[in-house]
DNA sequence: GGATCGATCGGCT
DNA sequence: GCCGATCGATCCG
């Protein structure tokens, strides 16, 4: 990969898992009245399809994630908790519902902190006024940067699912091995194994 | 380091 | 009414 260049919407017409691996290394962008935020993704979980009993498509698609059945490479914010933001990418093509959630970056920012979903957010200035902003042509956007080797990615159980029953032990969570910045809650984590996402 | 708890409210049941 | 894709403070060991 290149470095600096918004990525097309193609990178997110594709199975989540793919999305949420090339993710890592990539950094998320908002430009705030001219102002850039931004931070290196290393942290992500991938939300796949109706039947992923931990995902807020489970609901359907006339439900709050109604944005997620839609055309991918749009952001997906949502309120958590009453007082929290968290952001997704939209994935899979149009009509089937997928998002990646950034989980934690490494803020551009010294000072700022990106450790978790809600800080993430906090860091690049992200509400709910982002809901639904274009990935590919607003001032909220992906830049592709250096590739990331497998042997530097590691995967696990996604986090505050535990209500998903068997959806919950997927190792749907991906990460950065060397990465200060990944969020708390993580245990070891696994070697990536591309053949395990499923 | 791990476990527990309160804050706070939109959206689904 | 209930509960959550969270965080920070606090308590315990």
Redesign the pocket.
Known sequence: MQHGLRLPREFYARPTLLVARDLLGTTLVHDVDGERRAGRIVET?A?VGPDDR???????R?????I?YGPPGVA?V???????H?F?AVTERDGYPG???V??IQPEQPGA?G??????C?ALGID?ACNGLDLVSSGLFVEDGPAVPDAEVRMGP???????GGWASRPWRLWLADSAHV???R?SGTAYDAAMLR
């Not at 931990?54 to 359907?60: D, E, I, P, Q």
């Open positions: 979980e939300y931990a995902s807020h498509a489970r609901v359907g006339k439900g709050r994630a109604a997620m997906y949502y309120v958590i908790y009453g007082m929290h968290c997704n998002a990646v959630l989980r934690a902190r450790s978790g979903p809600a800080l993430v906090q709910r996604r986090v505050g699912v535990d209500y998903a969020s708390r809650g245990k």
